[in-house]
């Protein structure tokens, strides 16, 4: 290790390496409370040197974990001080920016803030967005497929990734930066990275996608009084709306009371009575046009007894407000310790999956509590649960409480969040045997001494 070290600092220069107390205070992730335990940082700033530090680490069979901005909550960048930890900040730039043909080419240290800051004031848009875009880099998300607030009109990363350019574990320069949408030219090598949280490769460049930037955005809030009725209006204002909606988010009232109430800064746009708060957003062509036509969907809606209340947003400081009680999961805190999970499962089934979990949660901790809210318009739940515990035994119990009803419902453990290390004893709940078997012949393919980002997303033999 410290010959290695020593190598790197002679090619590069000590200021490329953090150790020791610098190192440590980067963290493990989001709401993790472990350091960063890597014995160094190694920060590069080409790709040209990641294809030389990999060689070398590949060499001495040197395990090695990407860093981004460090928003994983499955601690999917979590190190041992054996490993080193890699990462992208000083490959930070927007390198091109194509406004004919919508991409932008950026290094894959860029923060979202500033790839979608940069994109609107050429009038487009990217339209990744999620609640850490001013610390998430754009290799992160790429490397976790990450979902956001869109994906029901945009879908995940994925659909957002025109070329990448990726170093392999052995230092090879894996290229292909091609900016059109169509590329049907044999096995789409990009799609292995994307989602593969570090453990095939190290992205360092990506050709992103993006969208005109719409010019009008409407958004509401809207109380529900009974579960059946919530999948009944996704359709409904879809049809009506003209494929111009963007969002469908729902809080469960539990979660809705949490986020609106002291010690939270947000106030209550609606009586906390209702079981359900669908926050519902479309982006179209024409304000005053499309905020009439919105408020109009939105009544008949509720003259259909599909709406119980509604709240419009008539300004941006009000769909900001709107917005803010969604996201504000800081609240959450209060309940400390608490464990966090990123489900999916299909909309038919989703009230009885619901059900079934808090009614098992509350046979085994009568005094738990439970927080539903998420992107119900693609079938994706965040489910967060305080049972007054934190210990591994503990979280185990209730990580199988949460999983067991996915299996029969054809459910996934993850939505968007990934696997990381959290989640890789249950990855076998949503991949057959088969599908894990061929994931580790992949690993092995690309990364035959297992020297990236290691024991995360597939499980132990």
Same mark, same amino acid.
């Given at each position: 290790?410290?010959?290695?070290?020593?190598?790197?600092?002679?090619?590069?220069?000590?200021?490329?390496?953090?150790?020791?107390?610098?190192?440590?205070?980067?963290?493990?992730?989001?709401?993790?409370?472990?350091?960063?335990?890597?014995?160094?940082?190694?920060?590069?700033?080409?790709?040209?040197?990641?294809?030389?530090?990999?060689?070398?680490?590949?060499?001495?069979?040197?395990?090695?974990?990407?860093?981004?901005?460090?928003?994983?909550?499955?601690?999917?960048?979590?190190?041992?001080?054996?490993?080193?930890?890699?990462?992208?900040?000083?490959?930070?730039?927007?390198?091109?920016?194509?406004?004919?043909?919508? *991409?932008?080419? !950026?290094?894959?240290?860029?923060? +979202?803030?500033?790839? =979608?800051?940069? #994109?609107?004031? &050429?009038?487009?848009? @990217?339209?990744?967005?999620?609640?850490?875009?001013?610390?998430?880099?754009?290799?992160?998300?790429?490397?976790?497929?990450?979902?956001?607030?869109?994906?029901?009109?945009?879908?995940?990363?994925?659909?957002?990734?025109?070329?990448?350019?990726?170093?392999?574990?052995?230092?090879?320069?894996?290229?292909?930066?091609?900016?059109?949408?169509?590329?049907?030219?044999?096995?789409?090598?990009?799609?292995?990275?994307?989602?593969?949280?570090?453990?095939?490769?190290?992205? *360092?460049?990506? !050709?992103?996608?993006?969208?005109? +930037?719409?010019?009008? =955005?409407?958004? #509401?809030?809207? &109380?529900?009084?009974? @579960?059946?009725?919530?999948?009944?209006?996704?359709?409904?204002?879809?049809?009506?709306?003209?494929?111009?909606?963007?969002?469908?988010?729902?809080?469960?009232?539990?979660?809705?009371?949490?986020?609106?109430?002291?010690?939270?800064?947000?106030?209550?746009?609606?009586?906390?009575?209702?079981?359900?708060?669908?926050?519902?957003?479309?982006?179209?062509?024409?304000?005053?046009?499309?905020?009439?036509?919105?408020?109009?969907?939105?009544?008949?809606?509720?003259?259909?007894?599909?709406?119980?209340?509604?709240?419009?947003? +008539?300004?941006?400081?009000?769909?900001? #407000?709107?917005?803010?009680?969604?996201?504000?999961?800081?609240?959450?805190?209060?309940?400390?310790?608490?464990?966090?999970?990123?489900?999916?499962?299909?909309?038919?089934?989703?009230?009885?999956?619901?059900?079934?979990?808090?009614?098992?949660?509350?046979?085994?901790?009568?005094?738990?509590?439970?927080?539903?809210?998420?992107?119900?318009?693609?079938?994706?739940?965040?489910?967060?649960?305080?049972?007054?515990?934190?210990?591994?035994?503990?979280?185990?119990?209730?990580?199988?409480?949460?999983?067991?009803?996915?299996?029969?419902?054809?459910?996934?453990?993850?939505?968007?969040?990934?696997?990381?290390?959290?989640?890789?004893?249950?990855?076998?709940?949503?991949?057959?045997?088969?599908?894990?078997?061929?994931?580790?012949?992949?690993?092995?393919?690309?990364?035959?001494?297992?020297?990236?980002?290691?024991?995360?997303?597939?499980?132990?033999?």
């Amino acid at each position: 290790m410290e010959e290695l070290l020593a190598d790197l600092t002679g090619r590069y220069g000590a200021d490329m390496l953090l150790r020791g107390s610098d190192a440590q205070a980067r963290g493990s992730g989001w709401g993790s409370p472990e350091p960063c335990h890597a014995a160094a940082i190694l920060r590069p700033n080409s790709t040209q040197q990641i294809g030389e530090i990999l060689r070398l680490c590949s060499a001495r069979k040197q395990t090695i974990v990407p860093h981004g901005g460090l928003t994983s909550v499955v601690r999917g960048v979590r190190t041992e001080p054996s490993d080193l930890a890699l990462s992208l900040e000083r490959m930070n730039e927007i390198e091109q920016l194509d406004e004919e043909g919508q *991409t932008m080419t !950026v290094q894959a240290g860029a923060i +979202l803030q500033r790839v =979608q800051e940069r #994109a609107r004031q &050429a009038g487009l848009m @990217f339209p990744m967005d999620l609640g850490a875009r001013g610390s998430a880099t754009i290799g992160g998300i790429i490397s976790t497929n990450a979902g956001g607030n869109a994906v029901l009109r945009y879908g995940m990363t994925r659909n957002l990734v025109l070329g990448l350019e990726v170093v392999l574990a052995d230092g090879t320069v894996l290229s292909n930066l091609c900016p059109v949408l169509k590329n049907n030219t044999g096995y789409d090598l990009k799609q292995f990275f994307i989602g593969a949280e570090g453990t095939l490769g190290v992205i *360092t460049r990506a !050709v992103l996608r993006l969208v005109p +930037l719409p010019a009008s =955005q409407t958004t #509401a809030l809207a &109380a529900v009084k009974d @579960f059946s009725q919530l999948p009944r209006l996704l359709k409904y204002v879809g049809a009506r709306l003209g494929g111009t909606l963007s969002a469908f988010e729902v809080m469960w009232n539990d979660y809705y009371r949490l986020v609106t109430t002291p010690p939270a800064r947000c106030a209550p746009a609606l009586p906390l009575s209702y079981p359900y708060y669908a926050l519902i957003e479309a982006m179209g062509s024409d304000q005053a046009g499309d905020q009439a036509r919105f408020e109009a969907v939105l009544a008949e809606a509720q003259q259909q007894g599909l709406i119980a209340d509604c709240a419009i947003a +008539l300004s941006p400081k009000e769909r900001n #407000a709107l917005w803010e009680a969604r996201d504000s999961v800081d609240q959450l805190h209060q309940h400390r310790p608490v464990f966090s999970f990123d489900i999916s499962v299909p909309l038919k089934s989703m009230e009885s999956y619901c059900a079934d979990t808090v009614a098992a949660l509350k046979r085994g901790w009568p005094d738990h509590k439970c927080f539903i809210f998420g992107h119900l318009g693609d079938s994706n739940l965040h489910v967060i649960i305080a049972v007054g515990s934190d210990d591994p035994a503990v979280r185990h119990r209730v990580e199988s409480v949460v999983y067991e009803g996915l299996r029969s419902r054809l459910g996934s453990i993850s939505a968007e969040h990934g696997i990381g290390v959290d989640k890789r004893p249950f990855l076998h709940w949503s991949r057959s045997l088969d599908e894990i078997r061929i994931m580790r012949s992949i690993k092995q393919l690309l990364d035959p001494h297992g020297i990236l980002n290691p024991g995360k997303v597939l499980p132990d033999l």
